[in-house]
């Protein structure tokens, strides 16, 4: 299955055409995780059950409109209001989806996977199945850095880093899902691609273009 069939299933009172209305800035945005190492496996679910890696849950009380607001303020002062409410209900999706893909609740590496594979979407203008995505994830889960956070004392860190991915991931693969039925005008499409751009670099210190995402996971 598709991820942009499983976003669409799950997009019930969600107006899809203006996420690609909306959009045309930039997004200098979250909080920056460890560096992933694209060398790291992608290990089953019963590997990395035996090897005791547990990825961090965000535990603290969630502030989904607080990091849809920090969100929002990168955008000019006309589109905040606006902005807010589509990161508001990105979340909302997000949570549903992770609920399909069966994920522990808040699960640090799905919100990051879900950054990561919504800005490639936009930046190669492609889908990416719901394995794919999975595997992203699983990557994620088995990165040392990823495996030192859980003895980060600062839980609403965690949760901030875990709503704000999320909601931009899910924000972007919601534009790209859009533009299907109605294509964005140059100049947003290009100010989009420069946005995964960005984002991309700040996930994975890397150039973007070199990236690949398959059932395999990321790599180059």
Known sequence: MKYGVLFAALMAGVTPLSY????????????????????????????????????????????????????????????????????????????????????????????IAAFVVGNYMILNNTDVSDEAFDAVARQFRAQPGMQKLNDNPDQNKIRDVFEQSAMVGTFMALVHMSGKQQPQPPEVQENLRKSAIENLQLALRMDPAKLRIDNQGMHE
Not at 20 to 45: A, F, K
Not at 50 to 64: D, G
Not at 90 to 105: A, C, F, I, N
């Open 20 to 111: 690609g209305q909306c959009c045309g800035y930039g997004m200098q945005n979250i909080t920056v995780w460890p560096q992933p190492d694209l060398r790291v496996p992608v290990l089953t679910t019963t590997q990395i059950a035996q090897q005791h890696l547990q990825t961090p849950v965000a535990k603290a009380r969630p502030a989904i409109q607080a990091n849809a607001h920090a969100l929002s303020l990168h955008f000019p002062q006309a589109k905040r209001a606006e902005m807010e409410k589509m990161y508001i209900q990105s979340m909302d999706v997000y949570l549903k989806v992770e609920q399909k893909m069966k994920w522990k609740p808040r699960d640090l590496s799905g919100g």
